[in-house]
């Protein structure tokens, strides 16, 4: 699961805000709690089932998640129940409402529930018998004001158990459409799918209908079952690009707020689950400020935490071969020796990529030194190798630049 397009999330639970908070991007990312990334999880992992799942065209899933064989042949009843119940919270697709995609899947597994038509059965049923009986003793010139309003009452009352039904599954829609957030969710809809589910399929499942976590977690439990049945022994979850966001903007301390509630350890530590945070460096400074409280609750101490992603120059070196190797031509096998006359040595490459630490650097670098080589030769009396000149000088620039561009971060 893919977890680094955050706007979305973010603009869907900026509207739930009052206005006078919707303006202030520090006060709406106070208000972001630990169960509204636990959602936002969800509706990306839901998502991408349901689309395989209907077979959607384009949805961008990654090989890996492919389901291997029929889904409704692994699932059994209670996890069938389990994803219809998971698309009807948190499936988040441009292609169709969520209503439409979970009646097709519905239909795909072929999981329909008779029993959840009695209550409207009874009702139309008495409603009709009294119907009937009231046209017989109208015809018969028996009907009396006792007799009428004496049916009336007894089709109000068959109606009775089904309007129990309705006010329940209203309020779990209501409760659900208002306590997710990050997605827009109509009451309307929500009931519709919950009423066409038996009261024993509903009565004691997990419904996203608190703020809090509990529920985030069993609904998240449930997710990983299915997976289990598709072969899935867990779920990698890569969160990313959290300096993207507008409501962020490369700001440390909105990055901090944004975070942070993630930095729990029950979260981090979920059985079947692994999270990658990359974060932002100057985040460390804060986390090495925070109070005791939080890092009993963070237990960075338990957490694998790497510091920094600085590569070595010999695993830069090699990154920049395999590059070119995937670019070369049928026949032949380029690699950057070729490209640097022999005065660059291969270790002179190695200690200058080392000081470039990290593959972006790398090849804007490499972009550079190609340019600036380029420029300086006609095509008429081309020089097929860079010389040393070229390659320190343009090393020197960039460094300088590099440099700067790190101070502005560590000053920000």
């Known amino acids: 699961i893919n977890y680094d397009d955050f706007n979305p999330f973010l603009d869907r639970f900026a509207d739930r805000l009052p206005a006078r908070k919707q303006r202030d991007s520090a006060k709406v990312l106070e208000e972001w709690k630990l169960w509204d990334h636990i959602d936002a999880i969800l509706s990306l ?27 409704r042949s692994k699932l059994d009843k209670h996890q069938k129940r389990d994803l219809l119940l998971l698309s009807a919270c948190y499936d988040d697709s441009l292609a169709d409402s969520f209503a439409v995609r979970t009646a097709q899947l519905r239909r795909k597994l072929r999981r329909f529930s008779s029993s959840a038509l009695i209550a409207p059965a009874l009702g139309m049923g008495i409603s009709a018998a009294m119907l009937a009986l009231v046209g017989t003793l109208w015809w018969k010139e028996q009907l009396t004001d006792v007799w009428f309003w004496m049916a009336m009452v007894l089709a109000l009352l068959g109606w009775v158990p089904w ?67 598709l ?124 000081s470039l630490r990290v593959p972006r650097n790398l090849f804007k670098f490499l972009y550079r030194v190609i340019v600036a080589h380029c420029n300086s030769h006609t095509d008429a009396d081309p020089v097929w190798s860079i010389p040393r000149e070229t390659f320190e000088a343009t090393l020197a620039v960039y460094s300088r630049e590099q440099a700067a561009v790190d101070r502005g971060l560590s000053a920000s």
Request: include cysteine; aromatic fraction near 6%; proline fraction near 4%.
């Open 45 to 71: 992992g839901v998502t991408n089932m349901v689309n395989l799942a209907l077979g959607a065209q384009g949805t961008g899933n990654p090989p890996a998640n492919r389901i291997r064989g029929e889904l």
């Open 163 to 229: 309007l129990v039904r309705w006010w329940k599954c209203h309020l779990e829609a209501r409760g659900v459409a208002k306590n997710v957030r990050v997605l827009k969710r109509d009451t309307p809809s929500l009931r519709k799918l919950f009423m066409r589910m038996t009261t024993r399929d509903l009565h004691g499942q997990p419904l996203p209908n608190k703020r809090r976590t509990d529920d985030r977690y069993e609904l998240l439990t449930k997710f990983q079952g299915v997976l289990g049945s």
């Open 231 to 354: 072969g899935y022994t867990g779920i990698a979850v890569l969160v990313d690009r959290v300096d993207e966001p507008h409501l962020v903007n490369g700001s440390v301390e909105l990055m901090r707020d944004f975070v942070w509630s993630m930095l729990d350890n029950k979260f981090l530590k979920q059985p079947g689950v692994g999270l990658k945070l990359l974060l932002a460096s100057e985040l460390v400074e804060h986390l090495n400020r925070e109070s005791r409280e939080f890092h009993q609750r963070a237990r960075i101490d338990k957490q694998n935490m790497i510091p920094s992603l600085d590569w070595t120059g010999e695993a830069l070196y090699d990154l920049a071969n395999c590059r070119l190797d995937a670019c070369a031509v049928d026949g032949q096998a380029p690699d950057l020796r070729s490209m640097f006359a022999e005065e660059v040595s291969d270790q002179r490459m190695i200690d200058a990529f080392g």
